[in-house]
Nanobody
Framework: VLLVESGGGLVQAGGSLRLSCSAS?????MGWFRQVPGKEREFVAA????????AYADSVKGRFTISTDNAKNTVALQMNSLLPEDTAVYYC???????????????WGQGTQVTVSS
């Protein structure tokens, strides 16, 4: 499975960005994680293969929405009301089951930078 993220960039606090992840071979249980230098990669959101079940980190709940388009083999992360603390490299990942822990994911994208200015 090859995962390629896109959609990162620079945005002011309160703004929005939409990240997209293209998955070769089709989408499965998918997740988004983020990492800042010197810190561990942390869970952001996950979605089941059929899109029926989602999970979010408390820090993004109500602001971020994960969705999947199986026909296009993509998973998106809509990020609204962005905060400076959302600044990180965001990674798309694929797992055999819906999970919120990093070690459950077998495949990772290369990451896309999101920077939120105050």
């Amino acid at each position: 499975v090859l995962l390629v993220e896109s959609g990162g960039g620079l945005v002011q606090a309160g703004g929005s960005l939409r990240l997209s992840c293209s998955a070769s071979g089709g989408t499965t249980n998918m997740g988004w994680f983020r990492q800042v230098p010197g810190k561990e990669r942390e869970f952001v959101a996950a979605i089941s293969a059929n899109g029926a079940i989602t999970a979010y980190a408390d820090s993004v709940k109500g602001r971020f929405t994960i969705s999947t388009d199986n026909a296009k083999n993509t998973v998106a992360l809509q990020m609204n009301s962005l905060l400076p603390e959302d600044t990180a490299v965001y990674y798309c990942a694929a797992a055999r089951w819906l999970a919120v822990t990093r070690d459950a994911y077998d495949y990772w994208g290369q990451g896309t930078q999101v920077t939120v200015s105050s």
